[in-house]
């Protein structure tokens, strides 16, 4: 379980994340959505300590901390639960897709190379890249650099997997292979938030959905419920603008 109090994170005088509570249970799919600027990345930022909370408490499975007094190794700990997929794919431009999913189990699992390697070729197999073992990021098409950096996410076998929108950076024709990915991780229950725009996704596979405005959460709730009876003006109007092209507009 993954659970968020109180969390806090200031860029100068603006509050960026303003005291998220937040629980997530193991296998669940959380998506987060909003208007750009409302602390979506910031918050998976954070979890991850790519940018360090001002106030609040962290807990990921069986590690807890208060943000404010965690040392190098509850920073450590807390990224081995949890990996990160960038929206930039940021990938190794010189180490090969075999290498960019190893490098973090030799870095940070202290794996062995052979084993890192072997466990990294599995990833590759699975996320159906298996002939590009020996290529380099420069030599894939987005979708496939993306599908690197979600096979390295995956390799780490974290408690959960933080995704900041994953297909923000693709070309139209390389979406849906990366859309697919995480769909077929979805079906096997892997713990996913994932900060996106991509409402068909939300609307087929999360769990719940949340609306994040002004560096809180704003709602939540299942789906069907958020995209088709949103309690709050802010989601409405959110709504509306992102599905102006749909034939069924938002109440």
Request: hydrophobic residues 45%; contains cysteine.
């Amino acid at each position: 379980m993954i659970k968020v109090q109180g969390l806090v994170k200031r860029f100068g005088a603006a509050t960026v994340l303003d005291g998220i509570d937040l629980e997530i249970q193991q296998g669940e799919i959380i998506v987060v959505i909003g208007p750009s600027g409302t602390g979506k990345s910031t918050l998976l930022r954070c979890l991850n300590f790519l940018e360090r909370p001002d106030a609040g408490w962290l807990q990921v499975g069986d590690l807890s901390v208060d943000v404010t007094q965690a040392r190098k190794a509850d920073i450590l700990a807390l990224r081995r639960r949890t990996a990160f997929v960038f929206q930039n794919y940021a990938l190794f431009a010189n180490k090969t897709a075999l290498e960019n999913i190893a490098e973090g189990l030799i870095v940070v699992n202290r794996w062995t190379k052979a084993r890192a390697h072997a466990r990294a070729r599995e990833i590759l197999e699975r996320i159906g890249l298996a002939d590009k073992a020996d290529a380099y990021p420069a030599s894939l098409s987005g979708g496939q650099q993306q599908r690197v950096g979600i096979g390295r996410a995956m390799a780490a076998q974290a408690e959960v997997i933080l995704f900041d929108e994953p297909t923000s950076s693709l070309d139209p024709e390389w979406v849906e292979e990366v859309l697919s990915l995480m769909k077929q991780l979805a079906r096997e229950r892997q713990t996913m938030l994932v900060v996106t725009h991509e409402m068909g996704f939300a609307r087929d596979v999360a769990d719940r959905v949340i609306f994040m405005d002004g560096g809180r959460i704003v709602e939540q709730g299942v789906p069907s419920h958020v995209f088709t009876q949103p309690q709050d003006a802010r989601t409405r109007d959110f709504l509306r603008k992102v599905l102006a092209s749909q034939t069924s507009p938002v109440p």
